[in-house]
DNA sequence: ACGTTTGTGTAAGAAAACCTAACATGATTT
DNA sequence: AAATCATGTTAGGTTTTCTTACACAAACGT
């Protein structure tokens, strides 16, 4: 079984610090699109005490896909619905993991 | 010999995409002393069309570096003459690097 | 020792960037 | 036909950033 590196939390790519101008600068969509994406719950931005939105690179990236998406007639809303998925999935593979690892802890391969 | 990979460009890292107030808040910096730090040219941020510096991950990494020197008692005029010094010698060894690919190129070992 | 530079704070006024709410509209769904 | 979707636009308000200027203690250079 092969282990992927846990993300590390400090990383670049997951920290919000893009403002939303940037953002539609860097995706090619407008504002609008940005903000009703979020309304649509699609993307969750941080918000600096004032009230203004701060994005990730991730965020940026799955915003990418999510126009993408509908620009192929997918409506926000079926998008949403595979992002639950999406989690759901990773949850079980998560807890799964975590079984595996218990069960290893106590009768599995010891490495030291 | 062993060549590093080539810094990707469209390098997140890189990117300049985070305005002066977050970077303030990232890097514990007043925003005074982070423009200061660009009067003296130690850093370099870019500008939106309206004129809103933009500062990248490596810019805030760097930043820190100044501060913690100033803090030793390091004068920004210093600090920039290290810089130039440090600029200077990687520009000697991609020179270097350079004359050394072009004499693998015609008397080196083929690769191929 | 004395004048100068350094590093930082703070204030003022203006411009840029962002926010929400509302109305409009053509395209799809239901 | 009515409702929803996705997006544009406008309006008024708030937040963020910008530059310039003055102040001042500490460090530096001569």
Redesign the interface.
Known sequence: MVYELAADPSS??E?K???I??VSE?TGLSERQIRYYEERKLVFPER?PGGSR?YS?VDVEQLVEIANKIEDGVQTYEIRQEMIKEKKKHKDEAHKKMIQGQLNARFGVRKY
Request: net charge positive; charged share 25%; glycine share 8%.
């Open positions: 670049f790519k920290k610090v893009i403002t101008g940037i860097l600096t701060r690179f």
